[in-house]
């Protein structure tokens, strides 16, 4: 799927409801109340082992389908840092854009160097 390589078999996984339950009666209410997902990555036997937990990023892989990239425990604290740093960076361009202390070529440039920061974050 998708021009990856998964291991035979594969990992399912679903939060709520077990995937076991889903499986022995497919056309039950259960499916559809809960999200049952292929999973190529998670390395945990379960969901309290990961602490803390924070979604970096999603994006379209198929129609109708969307990958998230995630990381816990230390990474997710990091993640989480780094998100404020930013934000709080956004914060002061913006405040000085709204007080009309700034030069436009300069609101550019910092906007730039933003949206780069923000792609190497992730």
Do not use: W
């Not at 998964?6 to 497919?26: A, K, M, N, Q």
């Not at 009309?100 to 906007?111: C, K, L, M």
Request: net charge neutral.
């Amino acid at each position: 799927m998708f021009d990856e390589t998964y291991p035979d078999p594969v990992r399912v996984v679903s939060i709520g409801i077990p995937v076991e339950t889903l499986v022995s009666d497919p056309t039950a209410p259960a499916g559809s109340v809960t999200s049952v997902e292929f999973c190529g990555g998670t390395h945990l036997q379960r969901s309290g082992h990961m602490n803390k937990f924070t979604v970096v990023s999603e994006k379209p892989i198929s129609k109708g389908v969307r990958r998230i990239f995630a990381v816990t425990d230390g990474e997710a604290v990091a993640a989480v840092q780094r998100g404020n740093a930013l934000q709080r960076r956004t914060d002061t361009l913006l405040n000085k854009f709204h007080r009309g202390d700034y030069v436009y070529h300069d609101i550019i440039s910092h906007v730039n160097t933003l949206i780069q920061d923000n792609d190497k974050a992730v």
